[in-house]
C-alpha cells in the first residue's frame, strides 16, 4: 500500500501525491514515457530508495521502518543491470543467489530449471561481456526469479529490446510468475495491455488507473489513423495537428497517430494536402491503443 508519498531529489518533486494499492495476485502496469517517476517509484517500493514523505507497506511491514521485513516479500528487478561482465552467466547468478541468503545447492537446482526454460543453458559458462542485450535481459530475470518471492516488482523488463524479443522474454516470465502480485514500469502500450490493470503515471503524479479496456474506452475520442511516411515533415505535422481532435498528436516509428471524428473525410484531406507537400504517404485506420488513451489522459506525450 502506497500513502500519500511524495519524493524529491533536491530539486523539484520527482513523485506527487502516489496513493495506490495493489491487491494480492494483482498483476499492474505502470506506464509512462522516461522521466515520469515510474522508476523512482519501483525503487521506493523495493526498499531501495526512501519516500521524502508518505508511507509504503508490504503485506504490512513499513519498508522504512521494518525495510527487513518487507524484503522478504518481493523481488526486484531494477531497470539497470547490476550484472557483472567479467563473470560467467552462471557465476553471476551464484553470486546474486548468495546476497538472497539461498544455499549453493537450492541456486544451483533452480539455475539449471530457468537457464533452460530462457534457452541460455549453453551461455551460463560465457562471461556476460559477451552476451547480446537479450541475453543480459533473460539472465537479469532469472536472477529476480531465483528466491521465489510472492511479489515481483519489475521495472521495464523488457527494455531495448524487439518487438519479438519482448513478446518472448514477457511471456516467458509471465508464465514463471503466474499467481504471484506483480508490478511492472513500462513505456511501452503494448506490453502494458498483459496487466489486468493499468496506470497512467505522468510528471509524478498518478493521472488515471482502470483495465486497459476501460481506459481506452475513458480517453480516447473518435476514430484513429495511422499515418506512415519515409521522413519526417513538420508542415504535415503542422496539419496533422490542425486536423487531430485537440491537436493531440503522437509520433511513432513509422509516422504520427491522428485522431478524428470522420476517419474517411480525414483520410481523403490528408491525401491531398500530402501530394500538395509532394510528400508520398499511406493511411491505414486502427483501433486505439493504450498509448493512444495515454496520450488524451495527459494531453499530451510529456
Same mark, same amino acid.
Given at each position: &500500500?502506497?500513502?500519500?508519498?511524495?519524493?524529491?531529489?533536491?530539486?523539484?518533486?520527482?513523485?506527487?501525491?502516489? @496513493?495506490?494499492?495493489?491487491?494480492?495476485?494483482?498483476?499492474? #502496469?505502470?506506464?509512462?514515457? @522516461?522521466?515520469?517517476?515510474?522508476?523512482?517509484? #519501483?525503487?521506493?517500493?523495493?526498499?531501495?530508495?526512501?519516500?521524502?514523505?508518505?508511507?509504503?507497506?508490504?503485506? $504490512?511491514?513499513?519498508?522504512?521502518?521494518?525495510?527487513?521485513?518487507?524484503?522478504?516479500?518481493?523481488?526486484?528487478?531494477?531497470?539497470?543491470? #547490476?550484472?557483472?561482465?567479467?563473470?560467467?552467466?552462471?557465476? @553471476?547468478?551464484?553470486?546474486?543467489?548468495?546476497?538472497? *541468503?539461498?544455499?549453493?545447492?537450492?541456486?544451483?537446482?533452480?539455475?539449471?530449471?530457468?537457464?533452460?526454460?530462457?534457452?541460455?543453458?549453453?551461455?551460463?559458462?560465457?562471461?556476460?561481456?559477451?552476451?547480446?542485450? *537479450?541475453?543480459?535481459?533473460?539472465?537479469?530475470?532469472?536472477?529476480?526469479?531465483?528466491?521465489?518471492?510472492?511479489? &515481483?516488482?519489475?521495472?521495464?523488463?523488457?527494455?531495448?529490446?524487439?518487438?519479438?524479443?519482448?513478446?518472448?522474454?514477457?511471456?516467458?516470465?509471465?508464465?514463471?510468475?503466474?499467481?504471484?502480485?506483480?508490478?511492472? @514500469?513500462?513505456?511501452? $502500450?503494448?506490453?502494458? =495491455?498483459?496487466?489486468?490493470?493499468?496506470? /497512467?503515471?505522468? +510528471?509524478? +503524479?498518478?493521472?488515471? #488507473?482502470?483495465?486497459?479496456?476501460?481506459?481506452?474506452?475513458?480517453?480516447?475520442?473518435? =476514430?484513429?489513423?495511422?499515418?506512415?511516411?519515409?521522413?519526417?515533415?513538420?508542415?504535415?505535422?503542422?496539419?496533422?495537428?490542425?486536423?487531430?481532435?485537440?491537436?493531440?498528436?503522437?509520433?511513432?516509428?513509422?509516422?504520427?497517430?491522428?485522431?478524428?471524428?470522420?476517419?474517411?473525410?480525414?483520410?481523403?484531406?490528408?491525401?491531398?494536402?500530402?501530394?500538395?507537400?509532394?510528400?508520398?504517404?499511406?493511411?491505414?485506420?486502427?483501433?486505439?491503443?493504450?498509448?493512444?488513451?495515454?496520450? /488524451?489522459?495527459?494531453?499530451?506525450?510529456?
Amino acid at each position: &500500500m502506497v500513502e500519500d508519498v511524495w519524493k524529491t531529489y533536491g530539486q523539484g518533486w520527482v513523485l506527487q501525491s502516489i @496513493n495506490l494499492t495493489v491487491e494480492r495476485g494483482e498483476f499492474l #502496469a505502470v506506464m509512462g514515457p @522516461n522521466g515520469s517517476g515510474k522508476s523512482t517509484l #519501483a525503487k521506493i517500493l523495493a526498499t531501495v530508495e526512501v519516500p521524502t514523505r508518505g508511507r509504503v507497506s508490504i503485506r $504490512g511491514c513499513d519498508t522504512i521502518s521494518d525495510s527487513k521485513g518487507a524484503r522478504e516479500w518481493l523481488s526486484y528487478l531494477p531497470e539497470e543491470h #547490476a550484472l557483472s561482465k567479467y563473470l560467467t552467466g552462471m557465476e @553471476n547468478i551464484l553470486f546474486f543467489g548468495r546476497l538472497y *541468503g539461498l544455499g549453493k545447492g537450492e541456486i544451483v537446482a533452480r539455475a539449471r530449471e530457468l537457464l533452460e526454460e530462457f534457452g541460455l543453458r549453453e551461455h551460463a559458462g560465457k562471461q556476460v561481456g559477451r552476451y547480446s542485450k *537479450g541475453m543480459r535481459q533473460k539472465l537479469s530475470t532469472i536472477i529476480a526469479l531465483l528466491p521465489q518471492k510472492p511479489i &515481483m516488482i519489475l521495472d521495464e523488463p523488457a527494455a531495448g529490446l524487439d518487438p519479438l524479443a519482448r513478446r518472448e522474454l514477457l511471456s516467458l516470465l509471465l508464465k514463471r510468475v503466474e499467481g504471484s502480485t506483480i508490478l511492472m @514500469n513500462t513505456h511501452v $502500450g503494448e506490453d502494458a =495491455e498483459i496487466a489486468g490493470r493499468v496506470v /497512467f503515471l505522468s +510528471r509524478g +503524479r498518478i493521472v488515471a #488507473a482502470g483495465r486497459p479496456d476501460e481506459l481506452r474506452q475513458r480517453f480516447v475520442k473518435g =476514430e484513429v489513423l495511422h499515418i506512415k511516411l519515409p521522413v519526417k515533415s513538420d508542415k504535415l505535422e503542422g496539419l496533422l495537428k490542425s486536423i487531430s481532435t485537440g491537436s493531440l498528436l503522437r509520433v511513432t516509428g513509422e509516422g504520427y497517430r491522428v485522431y478524428v471524428g470522420d476517419a474517411d473525410e480525414a483520410a481523403k484531406e490528408i491525401s491531398e494536402k500530402s501530394r500538395d507537400l509532394g510528400l508520398k504517404v499511406s493511411i491505414a485506420r486502427e483501433e486505439p491503443s493504450l498509448e493512444d488513451a495515454y496520450v /488524451f489522459a495527459v494531453g499530451g506525450y510529456d
